[in-house]
Nanobody, 125 residues
Framework: QSQLVESGGGGVQVGGPRRLSCAAS????????MAWFRQAPGKELGFVAA????????EYGESVAGRFTITRYNPKNAVYLQMNNLTLEDTAVYYC??????????????????WGQGTQVTVSS
């Protein structure tokens, strides 16, 4: 059974960095577009970052562009989200997601159909 498991969440101070990891198991996701989403308390699920299966195209949400970076390491079937200069507004549960329509050459934020359970990131002052 394919699954995604996030880790790396926790508490961090304003202005600090944090790196989230997403480990895929049960299937290789080297051919899948991957993404991070987040949900803050009382808010809807929001897009954070994504890239196509080959990493050629990446997109970032407006509020995180320039601060967050999505990367992947295929030998470990893993995806990462490096978050820098965190603000209070970055407090949320972060979810890793995969688009299992393999080799899709573009990002469509509504097509991510396999999700992890989420990891909490809490930014404090």
């Amino acid at each position: 059974q394919s699954q995604l498991v996030e880790s790396g969440g926790g508490g961090v101070q304003v202005g600090g960095p944090r790196r989230l990891s997403c480990a895929a198991s049960g299937h290789t996701f080297n051919s899948a577009g991957m993404a991070w989403f987040r949900q803050a308390p009382g808010k809807e699920l929001g897009f954070v970052a994504a890239f196509t299966w080959n990493g050629v195209t990446a997109e970032y949400g407006e509020s995180v562009a320039g601060r967050f970076t999505i990367t992947r390491y295929n030998p470990k079937n893993a995806v990462y989200l490096q978050m820098n200069n965190l603000t209070l507004e970055d407090t949320a549960v972060y979810y890793c997601a995969a688009d299992t329509t393999y080799f899709r050459p573009f990002i469509r934020r509504t097509t991510f159909n396999l999700w992890g359970q989420g990891t909490q990131v809490t930014v404090s002052s």
